[in-house]
């Protein structure tokens, strides 16, 4: 690592590089309050062509992004553009979600509160997918849950626009070069593509990845929406980590909702709070189609981490690792250890579906790189759905015929089966993406 050389840190970063994670490349940068303490790149950009990441290299922070959303957000309403707890129907009147609740307030988007589906990218256009809302329904009183949606930072960053009257990748723009982020990027554009680390994902989408498959480059995509839309270099981001941990906690990292996924954490706006390894931190991680990043901030010690890949890795856990070694190596205290995540086990095999299930089970495909396929399977007598090869849930059935994803009864996620030929399924609705019945098992 540069600034400050650290034989640990590299030695680590590149044994999770290799040995943990479905990336060819990362980027890491350190930060106090003050200035970049450490920074360091490991790997290649482009697997294919061999080139090395190098400094200017270029990553999609991907959910990052919403903290910089919240932050104009909270300029907006600073500068008497909006207010925070008015219904989002004053800025965007043609918002419409189900429900039998109260209204759906800026605030409620801004903390994941507003009890909507966690949208599906069916459309690269925030618009639709917003509009699009109106067919599903807020299953929770606004404020009392949380439940992350992407479809509602792209709602926030059409407030945004409606307020400014510019497009959101301009506003966003501003925001980065007034913090000095001038090798950044406000929009993943076909134009940035040769600045970016090619992205990869595990070779195979709709299984449990295994290191020895391997990885390919991903589905390349453009985008502009305030859910996710960044580019960076590490070096950049530790100008928003100086933003954050530079100034009294306010209202970003004040918590605003538990989340019950991850005991002790909490939701602020754009931010994760709560205590690690006893400690007050902010944090969030990012991901893309073949891009992933962290960020994490030891409150306390002023000192922040970043960390941007081109693939699958444990990098909140390294994140907040570097940001311990600079604060030890700060005040003399032994080195940590960096403790990976667990392996996530393989999930159950398939069992023979019961009668009444024979119709939906089996493999759905899409040409959506966020929702490529989903299998629906039969285990212990009940229906269980796997997204993209990830841990199944459970499907629970609704008395309209479709199901409930998710044991919680406050899922707002649907998966209906609406077109049946000769008694079989042949198109599943998840949550407004469509997916077709395909012949691979």
């Given at each position: ?32 309050r003050e200035e970049v303490l450490s920074s360091g790149v490991f790997g290649e950009a482009d697997k294919a062509g061999g ?158 990845p295994i290191p020895e498959d391997g990885v390919v480059p991903a589905t390349w995509i453009e985008t502009a929406t305030a ?200 198109r599943a609705d998840y949550s407004g993406c469509p997916l077709y019945r395909t012949f691979t098992p």
């Amino acid at each position: 690592m540069n600034a400050a050389p650290s034989f640990v840190s590299d030695e680590v970063c590149r044994k999770i590089l290799c040995d943990r994670s479905f990336a060819t490349g990362l980027s890491v940068a350190v930060t106090d309050r003050e200035e970049v303490l450490s920074s360091g790149v490991f790997g290649e950009a482009d697997k294919a062509g061999g080139s090395p990441v190098t400094e200017d290299t270029l990553f999609q922070i991907g959910s990052i992004t919403k903290g910089f959303t919240c932050e104009l957000l909270v300029r907006a309403r600073d500068a008497g553009l909006v207010d925070l707890d008015s219904p989002v129907t004053a800025y965007l009147p043609w918002f419409s979600v189900r429900s039998s609740h109260g209204p759906i307030t800026l605030r409620h988007l801004m903390t994941h509160t507003a009890g909507i589906i966690a949208g599906s990218d069916v459309s690269a256009d925030a618009t639709f997918e917003v509009w699009a809302l109106r067919d599903t329904e807020a299953t929770t009183p606004p404020g009392t849950w949380f439940h992350y949606s992407n479809a509602g930072y792209k709602a926030l960053g059409l407030v945004l626009e409606a307020v400014h009257r510019r497009p959101y990748h301009e506003i966003v723009g501003d925001l980065l070069a007034s913090l000095g982020m001038h090798a950044s990027a406000p929009a993943i554009t076909h134009d940035l593509r040769p600045r970016l680390a090619v992205g990869h994902e595990p070779r195979y989408d709709d299984r449990h990845p295994i290191p020895e498959d391997g990885v390919v480059p991903a589905t390349w995509i453009e985008t502009a929406t305030a859910d996710g839309c960044v580019a960076a270099t590490a070096r950049d981001m530790t100008a928003w980590l100086r933003l954050l941990i530079g100034r009294e906690p306010g209202e970003m990292l004040t918590a605003a909702i538990p989340d019950e996924e991850f005991p002790g954490s909490a939701y602020g706006l754009g931010m994760q709070v709560g205590d690690l390894d006893g400690r007050p931190h902010a944090w969030h991680t990012g991901g893309m189609i073949g891009y992933y990043a962290a960020i994490a901030c030891d409150l306390d010690a002023g000192i922040g981490a970043v960390v941007l890949a081109n693939g699958v890795g444990p990098w909140q856990e390294l994140a907040v690792y570097l940001a311990a070694e600079a604060r030890a190596e700060r005040d003399g205290a032994l080195r940590p250890e960096f403790a990976p995540p667990p392996k996530k086990p393989a999930p159950p095999p398939a069992q023979s579906p019961p009668e009444r299930w024979a119709a939906v089970v089996g493999h759905y495909r899409c040409h959506n790189p966020w929702l490529s396929n989903l299998h629906v399977h039969a285990f212990e007598d009940e229906l269980w759905v796997s997204v993209c090869g990830g841990a199944p849930e459970r499907l629970v059935p609704l008395p309209d015929g479709g199901f409930r994803v998710g044991a919680d009864e406050r899922s707002p996620e649907r998966l209906r089966f609406d077109v049946v030929v000769d008694g079989v399924a042949i198109r599943a609705d998840y949550s407004g993406c469509p997916l077709y019945r395909t012949f691979t098992p």
